[in-house]
């Protein structure tokens, strides 16, 4: 509800198109029912989480489960909703001061662990809509106005016999399309929404005039929210008609590693999220994060050309044809042994930013260490040296096929899987006093839990 | 300002009542300081809001009740008592010795809200505060700011608070701060608007130290109603609303550019609507250039009139589109330049060699 840091005003929620639930709360401002709503919506959500534990594999020492649960969201404000709903809900307790049911606080460690484990670069346990659709289509209007998920699909889908532009303007029209989320439309509020809130609070429970007011309620909220949830549904189909990437189940298996560990722990330990991350932590969690971006770009640009294609506008990776190779020249290594050390030249057209020294691979031999060792800039295209390295079999001379030949199109890219590499973290229980010493696990404490909620 | 430039903002307005800026208003004025449209519409105090409406492009932001019962029920909450709450609140963040606060109310002078009136009365007791040192709260007090050669009235729902011959601008917002932290968009906000505050305040005493660059900014507490103060530092706000205010273009040159018999007369006939027709005035738009940013939608009435008028053009993709395409105005110069069938000219080169490269990459993975 507008002006309410985190009061939640009705959702629609389900896994099944023709069958969404629709919970709302017929007095925002009022604690209790914020209770009841988090309540009903937990019965959704953990029911949803379970149904994702039925199955599961061995993966090295680990039981992983076959499925992991996924959140599509409408808008990123949406997912920042989530977010803050988990963190008013986590901390709740079942006895003392406004008990709640014990589904509540897990509702809230739920969505925590969805709306912490999206920041990940790659995962998808919960994903913004409109993002999701940005990344794989560019329409003809600004990011600010991509944010809102009728104009983009819009642009991406329109209906028949509109074009896509047109289908975006409509589509600002909040009588046609209602605002995805999570803020309500300002005059929906005014003329809408506070004189029906009104007729609810005015009538006595239990009475017709109440009955009334609730139904009048659901139906103009359902109104608001049915034309969003039709566009996410229509945006998922859109989706699913994409050729999924080669390097997407990977990226999933690491959701579902993540989310078993994840469930395996409340299991154990089940303490909630705390409020901010430690010292420790947080630079944990910031490695993690870089390293997964690294990776995260690189393997994309593997699945797909364009995003390759990206990174060779940006000069971070071109594409050319060999036009000399040296293919069995041998070296004195540092240890004074002779080493295979093929060097080839690449004719590019690229606009390639790169400098002598820069690692490089090439996506069809990512087994295979490539150096750039000399430039040469001519007026139309640009000869670039690189020296290889492994991924040549064992004998003297490289086995076939493992030297790219002469005329073969090529493409080299700095961007690859494992070219983020940093000193790995000392164990956190040997954090050196420098740094505070190894710290303390988070407890909650009673203030978390007797935190005024309205 | 001079005489000719009043007549002539006057001639602009037409026969209706000027609109008033305020904080917001100015802040945003400094967020696309280029564009003259706006500078003009605003100087002349026209009614943005209902001149986008009248030519068939309504701003579409409007205020939510409930957004507006809470905030007025939060500042209320927090001013009540004698300002209890906001005395305690103080006392912690800006670690004062306080026991007894005085009050001035300047929301009205006996009875008279004439903006003039509270104004002189606001700067006899701010001044005058000033020279006896008196801990006092001054609650609503009326400023003005000269925005562009244009005095504008700055009605600010603020507490200026006086203690030690210091002033500190105290902000009260309802947006919550949960876990220490708040969304970083409105504390923005709320940064830039104070800073107007502190700037106004500035002026009036002609004195800049006896305004704290730390404003306090009053929100709720997590998912309560509890208030939690916090120092907010705005000095780079300043900096950058000074050197906007001053490279404003001057209303005077501006208006001084525009045909004579220019006008946004919404003067209304019998019926209630403007007598003159939506044409007349979309015609008298277009003798003010604007410079329109995606942004804008979120800040000006004028935005999707502006928009329109700029279909096609690269600046309707954002500010990173424009600026990386420096110099070429519309998608057809860029695309006609990817694919050679343009010739580009000196400011362009850079953009066109980009352009070009990237049509032929792109073109060659997708062929």
């Known amino acids: ?454 | 300002m001079d005489n000719d430039t009043s007549e002539r903002l006057r001639r602009l307005r037409g026969a209706v009542p000027a609109k008033r800026h305020n904080a917001r208003t100015v802040a945003a004025l400094t967020g696309n300081p280029g564009c003259a449209r706006r500078a003009v519409l605003d100087a002349a105090g026209v009614d943005k809001e209902q001149l986008a409406r009248h030519v068939g492009f309504p701003a579409k932001f409007g205020q939510s009740q409930f957004a507006i019962t809470r905030g007025n029920a939060f500042e209320a909450q927090v001013k009540a008592n004698a300002f209890a709450e906001l005395i305690r609140l103080l006392r912690e963040t800006l670690e004062l010795e306080l026991n007894e606060v005085g009050q001035t109310d300047l929301e009205e002078v006996g009875g008279n809200t004439s903006q003039e009136m509270r104004h002189i009365r606001s700067r006899q007791k701010l001044t005058g505060a000033a020279a006896d040192g008196e801990s006092t709260f001054f609650d609503h007090p009326l400023l003005t700011l000269d925005v562009g050669g244009n005095t504008v009235y700055l009605e600010p729902d603020l507490v200026a608070f006086h203690h030690n011959g210091k002033f500190h601008v105290v902000e009260i917002k309802s947006f919550a701060v949960i876990d220490d932290q708040a969304d970083g968009g409105k504390v923005a906000a709320a940064a830039t608007q104070s800073a107007v505050y502190v700037l106004a305040l500035r002026r009036l005493l002609g004195d800049d130290d006896a305004v704290s660059d730390e404003v306090v900014l009053v929100c709720p507490k997590d998912f309560s109603n509890q208030p939690v103060a916090t120092k907010v530092d705005v000095r780079k706000q300043l900096i950058v609303l000074q050197h906007q205010l001053s490279r404003l273009s001057r209303i005077e040159k501006l208006v001084g550019e525009l045909p004579p018999a220019l006008t946004f007369d919404l003067a209304a006939g019998d019926d209630g609507k403007p007598t003159r027709s939506a044409a007349a005035l979309t015609a008298a738009l277009a003798e003010v250039e604007a410079r329109y940013a995606p942004d804008c939608l979120a800040k000006c009435e004028m935005a999707f009139f502006c928009r329109k008028e700029a279909s096609g053009c690269t600046a309707t993709l954002g500010i990173n589109v424009r600026e990386e395409l420096g110099g070429v105005e519309t998608v057809a110069e860029a695309l006609g330049l990817a694919d050679g069938s343009l010739i580009a000219s000196d400011s362009q080169a850079e953009a066109a060699a980009m352009l070009r490269t990237t049509a032929e990459i792109y073109g060659s993975v997708t062929a």
Request: no cysteine; aromatic share 6%; net charge negative.
């Open chain 1, 1 to 454: 509800m507008a002006g309410e840091a985190n009061a939640p005003l009705a959702a629609m929620i389900g896994s099944d198109v023709a069958h969404p639930t629709l919970l709302f709360v017929p007095q925002p401002r009022n604690r209790d029912m914020r209770f009841e709503f988090a309540a009903s919506l937990a019965e959704v959500v953990l029911d949803y989480v379970r149904s994702r534990t039925q199955r599961s594999e061995v993966l090295g020492n680990d039981v992983v489960f076959l499925e992991a649960p996924q959140l599509l969201v409408p808008n990123r404000a949406g997912a920042a909703f989530v977010r803050l709903l988990g963190r008013s809900t986590r901390f709740r307790r079942t006895t003392g001061l406004y008990p709640v049911p014990q589904r509540v606080p897990t509702l809230g460690r739920w969505l925590t662990y969805l709306a912490e484990r999206s920041e990940h670069p790659g995962s998808a346990a919960m994903l913004a809509m409109t993002e999701a659709l940005s990344m794989h289509w560019a329409s003809g209007q600004s990011a600010l106005e991509d944010a809102n998920l009728a104009a983009i699909l819009g642009w991406i889908d329109p209906p028949d016999g509109v074009t896509g532009p047109e289908a975006a303007i409509a589509a600002e029209d909040p009588l046609v399309w209602p605002p995805a989320g999570p803020s309500t439309d300002p005059s929906f509020d005014n003329e809408v929404l506070a004189p029906a809130i009104r007729a609810y609070a005015d009538s006595a429970p239990d009475s017709p005039r109440r009955m009334h007011a609730l139904q009048t309620l659901e139906r103009e909220l359902r109104g608001q929210m049915e034309p969003t949830w039709r566009l996410m549904w229509r945006a998922v189909d859109v989706l699913r008609a994409l050729p999924p990437g080669d390097t997407v189940e990977q990226r999933w298996t690491a959701d579902r590693k993540d989310f078993s560990r994840y469930h395996n722990y409340l299991v154990m330990d089940g303490r909630p999220q705390a409020r901010r991350d430690g010292a420790v932590v947080a630079a944990r969690r910031l490695q993690t994060l870089e390293r997964e971006q690294t990776l995260y770009d690189a393997t994309r640009a593997l699945d797909d050309p364009l995003v390759m294609a990206n990174f060779r506008v940006t000069g971070e990776a071109f594409e050319g044809t060999v036009v000399s190779v040296e293919r069995d020249r041998r070296v004195t290594g540092e240890k004074g042994r002779r080493i295979t050390r093929p060097l080839i030249v690449v004719s590019t057209g690229d606009p390639m930013h790169l400098a002598v020294g820069a690692a490089v691979r090439s996506p069809a031999r990512l087994g295979q260490e490539a150096t750039i060792v000399e430039i040469r800039r001519l007026a139309d295209s640009t000869l670039v040296t690189l020296e290889l390295a492994g991924g040549m079999g064992r004998r003297a001379a490289p086995a076939p096929g493992t030297v790219p030949e002469e005329k073969d199109d090529i493409t080299y890219t700095s961007a690859f899987p494992d070219a983020f590499r940093t000193p790995d973290l000392p164990p956190t229980e040997l954090t050196p006093w420098t740094h505070g010493g190894p710290p303390q696990p988070y407890v909650p404490t009673e203030d978390d839990a007797r935190e005024v909620w309205e």
